[in-house]
């Protein structure tokens, strides 16, 4: 069963570094979300993309953050100039829009600590 | 999409039936109710969903009342892996663009008791 995954798990940067995770979709999923998660908070939508297409941004998204997906396969988002209060547990969700349910499922997410 | 609203935690021996409520008292006719629980250091799991109907899969049912302002998650014999946060949402199903996003509230912390 090859569900979504993420990668690295975990990082740990300095303030100030850039930063680049990446998320496989499940397979023909053509849809696929990035989340934030904070400590004691449920996770807050980002960004999706259908196919290749980034179809909405979240006002958390500021200019320091970017998202693709050029294949409208994997997807990757980068974070540049890091601040601590990005710390946070980045999660990546793919759904089949076709399936009639265009139910989520979540990748294990990565955790991000900014020192 | 329709506000949520749960308790902040509860309690469920080991072996019992966990009910786990939710008040969605804004909800709108093309919204359906999601379940998700998240173990600790884990991404959010789907559980189940519906829209008007009772609904039943291999993990939980899912009771959602005539009027559709509350539902409730049942886990019919809890397990200590149901430990987790449990989270309630609606959200409209669309098959256009906007409102795929899930919103999630800060859901219920279930503890299932040895």
């Known amino acids: 069963d090859t569900g979504v995954s993420q990668d690295p798990r975990h990082k740990i940067t300095k303030r100030g570094q850039n930063v680049t995770f990446r998320c496989d979709p499940i397979s023909e999923h053509n849809r696929l979300y990035w989340y934030r998660q904070t400590l004691g908070q449920g996770p807050e939508f980002l960004t999706y993309?259908?196919?290749?297409?980034?179809?909405?941004k979240s006002r958390l998204l500021s200019d320091r953050f970017s998202a693709e997906r050029p294949k409208g396969s994997f997807s990757t988002l980068e974070i540049q100039r890091t601040e601590q209060g990005d710390s946070a547990m980045y999660l990546c969700?793919?759904?089949?829009?076709?399936?009639?349910?265009?139910?989520?499922?979540f990748g294990p997410g990565t955790r991000l600590t900014v020192l | 999409d329709a506000k949520t609203t749960q308790p902040p935690s509860m309690d469920c021996a080991e072996g019992r039936a966990a009910n786990l409520p939710c008040n969605h008292s804004t909800i709108s006719g093309n919204e359906y109710v999601y379940w998700y629980r998240q173990i600790h250091s884990q991404g959010p799991q789907y559980i189940i969903h519906g829209l008007k109907n009772n609904e039943t899969n291999e993990m939980a049912s899912l009771i959602i009342t005539e009027d559709r302002k509350s539902s409730t998650l049942i886990l019919p014999h809890a397990t200590l892996r149901d430990t987790a946060v449990y989270y309630c949402?609606?959200?409209?199903?669309?098959?256009?663009?906007?409102?795929?996003?899930?919103?999630f509230g800060t859901g219920t912390r279930l503890t299932i008791i040895p």
């Open positions: 993309f259908q196919n290749e297409a980034q179809l909405e």
């Open positions: 969700a793919s759904s089949d829009q076709g399936s009639g349910t265009d139910t989520q499922y």
């Open positions: 949402i609606v959200r409209v199903m669309t098959f256009n663009f906007g409102n795929e996003k899930l919103t």
